[in-house]
Nanobody, 119 residues
Framework: QVQLVESGGGLVQPGGSLRLSCAAS????????MSWVRQAPGKGLEWVSD????????YYADSVKGRFTISRDNAKNTLYLQMNSLKPEDTAVYYC????????????WGQGTQVTVSS
């Protein structure tokens, strides 16, 4: 079965960095686009970033552009999110999500990893 397992979250001071990982299994990882989505306390889901199946195309929300970098290692079936210059407003649970074959929806989600940016 499909599994997505995030890791790498934690508490970091403003201006700091974290690298999130998402280990994928149960499907052909290299064939699917992947995304990072976050949910801040008391708020709805917010799309953060997308990457295509080969890793050659990436997309970012304006709120994270220039600070976050999405990448993937298809040999390791792992998705990454490098987060630099973190701000308190980046505090959220971060989820990785698998995009379906047609590119129209997320069909699987990880359990999420908490990122807290605070001094």
């Amino acid at each position: 079965q499909v599994q997505l397992v995030e890791s790498g979250g934690g508490l970091v001071q403003p201006g700091g960095s974290l690298r999130l990982s998402c280990a994928a299994s149960g499907f052909t990882f290299s064939s699917y686009a992947m995304s990072w989505v976050r949910q801040a306390p008391g708020k709805g889901l917010e799309w953060v970033s997308d990457i295509n199946s080969g890793g050659s195309s990436t997309y970012y929300a304006d709120s994270v552009k220039g600070r976050f970098t999405i990448s993937r290692d298809n040999a390791k079936n792992t998705l990454y999110l490098q987060m630099n210059s973190l701000k308190p407003e980046d505090t959220a649970v971060y989820y990785c999500a698998k995009v379906d074959w047609y590119g129209t929806m997320y069909d699987y989600w990880g359990q999420g990893t908490q990122v807290t940016v605070s001094s």
